[in-house]
């Protein structure tokens, strides 16, 4: 299942956003250290995951969306997880993806509507 997601560092107020396939996976990747960006600030905990996308290429889009987003509204968002989850609502809000009602927004193992 593709998906999006997001991680908090439990230590500092840092997030991280990625995309994959298996989440469990990428989680413990990011805690062995096996990726860069996420090295500091260990360990990290997945906030929210967005799965329901077609293809890869559209989860990827996705990501980038909210990285874009969350950059080109740098003043209205910080990096903590207020400003990323304001990130994503404003995303979430635009024709690209309001309109695609399979996406599925989910925390945790608990599974919300879409917005």
């Known amino acids: ?8 560092s439990q ?9 994959c396939i298996d989440v469990d996976r990428a989680v413990s990747q990011h805690n062995d250290k ?3 960006q ?3 600030g260990m360990p990290w905990g997945v906030v929210l995951t967005i799965s ?4 890869r ?4 889009q996705f990501e980038h969306a909210w990285r874009y987003v969350h950059r080109r509204y740098r003043h209205r968002f910080s990096y903590d997880i207020d400003g990323r989850r304001g990130a994503l609502d404003r995303l979430m809000a635009m024709d690209r993806w ?3 009602d399979k996406l599925i ?3 945790g193992t608990d599974k919300l509507t879409k917005k």
């Not at 230590?11 to 995309?19: A, I």
């Not at 329901?52 to 293809?55: A, E, P």
């Not at 290429?57 to 990827?60: C, G, Q, T, V, Y």
Request: charge should be positive; proline fraction near 0%.
């Open 11 to 19: 230590k500092s107020r840092r997030t991280y956003v990625g995309y």
């Open 1 to 8: 299942m593709r998906c999006v997601y997001l991680l908090e």
């Open 52 to 55: 329901g996308f077609c293809g």
């Open 34 to 36: 096996l990726v860069r």
């Open 98 to 100: 309001s309109t695609n």
């Open 57 to 60: 290429s559209e989860a990827m």
């Open 38 to 40: 996420t090295a500091f």
């Open 105 to 107: 927004v989910s925390t």
